[in-house]
């Protein structure tokens, strides 16, 4: 079940496969991280542009959010400008080089009809079994502190507290 804008997974998916992984995770005492991806400044982008702009930039973005993270994570769409991974880097150095691959690659230049948008992205980070032992838990955990980054300035990440 894929999101029929951008073609990664769509929120229904990410519900039913992330209960398989938490399982396995649980049933093999592994970590998964959960990461929150909101774009900063998109509203201004269909604004500026046009709706069927914004709508390249959010396909583009997951492209881009596609070629930064392994094969076996899950990258899903939950709705407008927001999107999903649940990874399985588990160490603190791995989840911030991830973290920061996915910043970078958000914040490069989208070209749209001759012109340049420019987004940024905020990341709320959980971890399993840390931070909840649910997809409900953990996306509350890293809502929460994406919305940390948020306050903070944006374009950043931060871990669930």
């Known amino acids: ?13 990410m519900q039913e ?14 970590t998964l991280s959960l990461m929150f991806i909101d774009l900063d400044g998109f509203k201004s982008i269909n604004d500026s542009f046009s709706h069927s702009v914004g709508d390249e930039v959010l396909c583009e973005v997951a492209r881009r959010l596609q ?18 991974l649940l990874t399985h880097a588990s160490t ?7 973290a920061q691959r996915i910043l970078d690659r958000v914040q490069e230049p989208v070209n749209v ?3 340049q948008a420019h987004v940024t992205a905020s990341i709320g980070i959980a971890r399993f079994p840390d931070d909840g032992d649910d997809l409900e838990s953990l996306l509350k955990a890293a809502d929460a502190a994406m919305y940390q980054v948020k306050k903070g300035g944006k374009n950043g990440y931060e871990r669930s507290v």
């Open 92 to 98: 603190k150095a791995d989840i911030d080089n991830m």
């Open 17 to 30: 496969a992330a209960t398989t992984e938490l399982a396995h995770a649980a049933a093999h005492q592994q």
């Open 67 to 84: 070629t930064v993270i392994p094969e076996n994570d899950l990258l899903a769409r939950i709705g407008g400008d927001e999107y999903v």
């Open 1 to 13: 079940m894929k999101d029929a804008l951008t073609g990664v997974y769509s929120l229904h998916y």
């Open 113 to 115: 009809e001759g012109e």
